[in-house]
């Protein structure tokens, strides 16, 4: 069943999917719709979580919002948090060659 959904025809376990259910909201949903109340600052203000749960639908809602600057911050901010950082790279560049003649490396 989708999380977004809550069985509660039967009786033994209706509390417990019931409580789950409240906290997903509590956990997911409010911080959500707090997150992202104010769009002017979202790429700095916006917690991990959300960032993490849809950083392409919120980009996007930034650029229909004409928030072009706060949406490549948004992504950048994704991308710093979401991969590993190598010495000398930057979000949307490669590293920085090894010396000539390093084993393993066959092009740059």
Known sequence: MDRAQVDLTDPESRQERLDAFVALLHEVVFPWFAGTRDP???AATLDERTLAAQPVSLAEWLVSLGMRDQARLLIER???WSR????GSRPGLRPRAPATGSFGVTSW
């Not at 590993?84 to 010495?87: A, D, G, K, L, S």
């Open 40 to 42: 002017r600052d979202l």
């Open 78 to 80: 994704y991308w710093c």
């Open 84 to 87: 590993p950082v190598t010495r």
